[in-house]
């Protein structure tokens, strides 16, 4: 006697499982240009390192014998797999099984996937589409009753999916339409990704149209819209981008808060030099340059991984590494705003600054920050409270810290541009100017008696503004050791390894207590 019957039918009822929505459901899928859930995974992950967990779960339909006829399983997969090598969670939507609505889900599969992250300290990859395990208006008539949002136990995946994200990293990728709970558990992730067709919203266009907001899904919540708002990280355009771009975050950050982020082997000459620095930033102090050839320019080839890009982008961030040690980097962007900091880009300051201490990335950021942006749509947009909230995060942090002051350095801001009160390490490079606030101005209102007593107001003002520059040169401040070193531009690579390799032994392993959601 042996178990090849029982075996026998495990086997059909996995077959029933691989079939999803049925033929004609998978077909739409592929003819709208999308995946399925099963096609997602294994393109993911490393080649045949995924291993599905309740596979077989569903809805059976029996005849009169008690055999079973038909499967519908239930529309979420998941499962541990590996990407380079590691350990991972991947939990995804079936859109071809009632387009991933409750009606036709098994809350304990999603809940079990975020409990096996956190528990066996995996980082977890949600591929969510549709509801994501959310409500319909159906569910009232196929269950009877109205469901209570939180009710009895469904508080429960909400403390998992909050705690995962103070533990593990967490990335989401947005595949289709993405509503409600969906919505929520794409944005509940250190780094969310949505293909350019997709679109994600609280709740779709026949709802909002009983506001009298009649939009298609990409006017409600396409990725320019996701993007720009910062509700989303990144849009690509296809599917396949997606998951290079998931893998690749995640090859920057250690499996969970208790380990390191890994040190890769590197080909790149610490010492490198690049000419094209002297060159970088311009004399004119009224002519923009571009920041991001420079951050390619000093850290190893090709590792810039840059996230958040259309959100906040007085502010540059993204995941690099120096001599094979992953860092965080930011920098001002002077095309924008001059590189002012808004309140966005304070927002985006908070929020990646909090990623570092939770993954233990030591941070190095690339100055160039005139001051907090100012005006009427500033002051409304609150911009001081999170500047303030901005510099809170930067003191408040415990990751080695490398500043160089590319060029400006004016203001409230211009203090947030390394923690209070600890050592780190700071740089200058000639080009580097900085103050209380700019002279360009300022001149006017300090010195308006002395100007308009001139018999040449225009040259007055210039005699006075080449007396306060020269007063104002950064080798003035480092006489007085109000700044420690000016460098060779050409010198910063060298310099920013040795900090990686400085920041190396001093990184924490434990439970980062102040990261939090940040949508």
């Known amino acids: 006697m042996n178990w090849k019957v029982e075996l026998d039918e495990l086997a059909r009822r996995e077959a029933f499982a691989r079939e999803m929505g049925g033929v004609e459901k998978v077909k739409r899928q592929r003819d709208q240009g999308r995946l399925t859930v099963r096609e997602r995974i294994d393109a993911l992950v490393d080649p045949n390192s995924f291993h599905e967990i309740g596979a077989v779960s569903g809805t059976g339909e029996y005849d009169e014998h008690g055999e079973l006829t038909q499967l519908t399983p239930a529309n ?106 969906g919505a929520a558990r794409l944005v509940a992730s250190h780094y969310s990704i949505m293909t350019k067709n997709s679109a994600m919203f609280v709740a779709g266009p026949p709802v909002v149209k009983r506001l009298g907001q009649d939009l298609s899904k990409q006017e409600l919540g396409g990725a320019e819209i996701q993007t720009r708002a910062g509700a989303v990280d990144h849009a690509v355009e296809t599917e396949e981008e997606a998951f290079v771009c998931a893998r690749r975050f995640l090859s920057y950050l250690p499996s969970s808060v208790y380990e390191l982020p890994p040190t890769l082997a590197c080909n790149d000459d610490p010492e490198r030099a690049e000419d094209s620095l002297m060159k970088a930033v311009p004399r004119s102090r009224r002519q923009v340059y571009k920041m991001r050839p420079i951050i390619e320019a000093v850290v190893d080839n090709g590792s810039f991984f840059e996230v958040a890009q259309n959100f906040g982008r007085p502010i540059i961030v993204g995941l690099a590494r120096l001599e094979g040690r992953a860092v965080l980097v930011l920098a001002g962007d002077p095309f924008h705003y001059g590189g002012s900091w808004t309140a966005d880009a304070c927002q985006k300051v908070v929020r990646w600054v909090d990623f570092a201490e939770t993954f233990h990335l030591p941070i190095v950021y690339l100055m160039d920050c005139p001051g907090f942006m100012i005006g009427l749509e500033a002051e409304k947009a609150a911009t001081i409270r999170h500047g303030v909230r901005a510099m809170a995060a930067v003191n408040q942090s415990t990751v080695p810290w490398c500043t160089v002051i590319v060029r400006n ?14 050592f780190s390490i700071r740089y200058a490079w000639p080009s580097a100017y900085w103050g209380s606030l700019p002279l360009e101005g300022g001149i006017e209102a300090a010195y308006r008696a002395e100007i308009d007593a001139a018999d040449n107001p225009a040259a007055k003002l210039k005699e006075i503004e080449d007396r306060l520059n020269k007063l104002r040169s950064p080798f003035r401040s480092a006489e007085k050791f109000w700044v420690e070193e000016i460098i060779d531009p ?30």
């Open 490 to 519: 050409r010198k910063t690579r060298s310099l920013l390894c040795e900090f990686a390799r400085l920041a190396e032994p001093l990184r924490t392993v434990g439970l980062a207590p102040n990261m939090a959601i940040r949508p």
């Open 409 to 422: 350095s004016f203001g409230v801001a211009g203090v947030v541009h390394q923690p209070a009160d600890r």
């Open 76 to 181: 979420c997969v998941f499962g541990r797999a590996r990407i380079d090598g590691r350990t991972v969670v991947v939990v995804g939507d079936d859109f071809t099984v009632r387009g991933g609505s409750a009606d036709a889900s098994i809350s304990a599969k999603p809940l079990m996937a975020e409990e096996m992250a956190h528990d066996f300290r995996l980082p977890i990859i949600r591929i969510i589409e549709g509801s994501g395990g959310g409500g319909s208006v159906k569910t009232i008539e196929t269950k009877g009753a109205a469901n209570l949002p939180g009710g009895i136990g469904g508080n429960r995946a909400y403390r998992y999916t909050t705690e995962n994200m103070a533990r593990v990293p967490v990335v989401a990728l947005g595949l289709g339409s993405v509503a409600g709970l």
